[in-house]
């Protein structure tokens, strides 16, 4: 986010005329842990510190360290749901907020933070995750099957072609859904869902596209034969990098690993951890198959009744 | 839909009423020398009309041979002089109309131009399955301005789908008035969505389901693909915008007729086509089927016809059932997610 004066200016004011200096600094604890405006500021913590010189240091140590999107979120809640049973009005927070829309970022009251509003301004980290820190995410991973043998039998424009197609109706589907392709190499990839029911999100995203690919398939396709993925979903702490092979923790591993051996073309398979949070509507219509060490991991594919 | 001319006096050709009436933005006129290099361009889906007006009987045949050598592009004979002495000749060739001295001077109606595309639809039956699909995966880009042509108080053609919630009056029984008339409204938003992607509008619509109109005039039959989607679709349906506790089941049906058309006020309308699919819908389908009239069916896209299967008659019409896939019965099934 960039910040300019007006921000500052508003963000000071916000601060100042809306709460106390120890309020201010419990808020911004929320953020920065153990955070200490005298210690900061060297101001001697013996004499009350004026609430705007106070607001002026916060905003310039939030701003400083990348926390400013995190930190209006924080300012959103407290407003909304008051600090300790305290109320807090913050009479100058739509103005805020309307400031940042006007970079380019909506607040989603679902999710309770702000995510990029452009239809084509999406960049992995959804604006607001902070490189280098741990989230939970669960991750869809996706893979061509037959790749090669696609790639050695029809012409090179028309493989691309076809790929590109699947890869289109892919993202699509991931972006409809909030999450973000994360990865994406050739003939599959990586997809993160981070939000509220992200492993419902990623499940229902990769049963989408188990059925789009079918209708692609019978009436889009222009490959000769079907293009067929295998998917799986797995969710747990990721450290966050924009490159997810970077990335490459225990959790990418599992969802790779369910996907290239456990698999099969056509379907989507996921962990048990994801299928515990299905539910009664979506959980009937996966199957317990045999995973890793033994234990059950769970499929999906779309099936027909008989003739 | 567009429609491409090829005629020797494009002067003469724009007078002609049947083809003026479509408006120049439904028109493109080119010479006859242009035919050959241009057909392949064209094959995704505009009708082509071959005036004949001036040629010999050889000449004719051979263009016609020319054009039916491209088998996905449709194409009418434009004959304003009734020059062609044997009319079932153009269609031996492969035409799916023939506009003569008549019928060129008169305004070319919807009614006809889905006659005629219905026509070509049920000939190309048997045609060559495993060649490259005319649908297109993104039928939104595709759905062209079929509802412009559209006029309120005449009769127009259209594909009928039927859609209503099943078991209505134990919804009754099970629900407060308000939640049911909230979870109804989620329904017809779910429904509403989906038939916009395809280029259909709910007509008649009541608190547990009813009519979409499909323009039958469309270059590709998206009613029956719409139906699939809906089927497809109807588990995301539950678990995200549906307020009711388990899968709501519904049925839907789909005919071809005729109506007139009006916006609203639909109270009054008086439609055999419309009596006809509200009776399939109500009386002969049953919970969670999706059933296809023999019309309806040859809508039907080569590939997605193994997905049909025989149900018996109903009014003297032959039914077709669209098989359910796993994720709209709420259960998985025993039988392979492909046919080939």
């Not at chain 1, 200096?21 to 808020?27: D, Y």
């Not at chain 1, 210690?39 to 009350?48: K, L, M, Q, V, W």
């Not at chain 2, 939104?140 to 509802?147: K, L, R, T």
Request: aromatic share 8%.
């Amino acid at each position: 986010m960039k910040v300019n004066s007006r921000i500052a200016s508003l963000f000071v004011s916000a601060l100042s005329q809306s709460m106390p200096v120890e309020l201010m600094q419990k808020v911004v604890r929320k953020v920065i842990p153990n955070y200490d405006v005298y210690e900061r500021s060297g101001f001697p913590a013996a004499i009350p510190m004026p609430r705007a010189d106070a607001a002026r240091h916060i905003f310039k140590d939030i701003a400083r360290e990348g926390f400013l999107v995190k930190f209006v979120e924080v300012l959103i809640e407290v407003s909304t749901q008051g600090y300790m049973s305290r109320e807090v009005r913050i009479p100058l927070l739509p103005r805020i907020i309307a400031e940042m829309e006007d970079q380019g970022y909506r607040y989603s009251a679902a999710k309770g933070i702000f995510v990029e509003a452009g239809e084509h301004e999406r960049t992995m980290g959804w604006g607001t995750l902070r490189e280098g820190h741990t989230y939970e995410f669960a991750l869809l991973c996706v893979d061509v099957v037959g790749n090669s043998e696609i790639v050695r039998r029809y012409p090179r424009s028309q493989v691309a072609e076809a790929f590109a197609s699947v890869r289109g109706m892919i993202t699509r589907q991931v972006e409809k859904r909030d999450g973000r392709i994360w990865e994406w190499e050739g003939d599959g990839g990586l997809a993160a869902f981070y939000f509220l029911d992200k492993t419902i999100q990623a499940t229902l995203c990769g049963m989408e596209i188990v059925n789009e690919l079918f209708v692609y398939n019978l009436l889009g396709r222009t490959l000769p034969e079907p293009v067929r993925v295998r998917l799986a979903v797995h969710a747990g702490p990721c450290r966050f990098l924009m490159s997810a092979k970077e990335s490459a923790g225990e959790t990418i591993r599992r969802a790779e690993l369910l996907e290239s051996r456990y698999t099969h073309p056509g379907c989507l398979t996921v962990s048990p951890g994801v299928f515990t949070d299905l539910g009664s509507k979506l959980a009937p219509l996966f199957t317990a198959v045999p995973g890793p060490d033994n234990s059950p991991i769970y499929s999906y594919a779309l099936e027909w009744e008989k003739k | 839909m567009k429609a491409v001319v090829f005629t020797n006096s494009p002067k003469r050709v724009q007078k002609v009423q049947f083809l003026a009436s479509r408006g120049t933005h439904q028109l493109e006129i080119r010479t006859l020398s242009e035919l050959k290099d241009a057909l392949p361009s064209l094959e995704v889906a505009p009708l082509v009309y071959l005036d004949v007006k001036g040629l010999s009987e050889q000449e004719h045949a051979r263009l016609l041979s020319v054009i039916a050598a491209n088998p996905r592009v449709r194409f009418c004979v434009l004959d304003p002089a009734d020059e062609i002495a044997d009319v079932a000749s153009v269609f031996h060739a492969g035409a799916v109309d023939y506009i003569g001295k008549g019928i060129a001077s008169t305004k070319a109606t919807a009614k006809r131009r889905g006659a005629t595309l219905a026509y070509a639809k049920r000939i190309s039956v048997g045609s060559d399955a495993s060649s490259p699909s005319e649908v297109p995966l993104d039928v939104q880009a595709a759905v062209s301005d079929g509802w412009a042509e559209i006029q309120p108080g005449q009769e127009h053609s259209f594909a009928f789908l039927f859609i209503e919630v099943d078991e209505a009056e134990e919804l009754k029984k099970r629900h407060e008035p308000e939640n049911l008339a909230a979870a109804m409204a989620t329904f017809r938003e779910f429904i509403e969505r989906i038939v916009a992607q395809h280029g259909g509008r709910p007509w008649m619509w009541s608190r547990f389901g009813g009519l979409v109109l499909f323009p039958l005039h469309e270059p590709t039959p998206f009613a029956p693909i719409c139906g699939l989607r809906i089927l497809l679709s109807s588990v995301f349906y539950d678990v995200e915008e549906s307020l009711l506790p388990g899968r709501l089941s519904f049925r839907m049906a789909l005919s071809v007729g005729s109506t007139v058309y009006h916006d609203g006020h639909t109270g009054r309308i008086v439609s055999d086509a419309v009596n006809s699919i509200f009776h399939l819908g109500r009386r002969f389908t049953r919970p969670g089927q999706f059933l296809l009239t023999a019309d309806a069916h040859d809508l039907v896209p080569l590939q997605l016809r193994g997905f049909l299967q025989p149900a018996g008659t109903y009014e003297g019409r032959r039914i077709h059932r669209m098989l359910r896939p796993s994720s709209a019965t709420g259960m998985r099934e025993a039988g392979s997610a492909w046919a080939g």
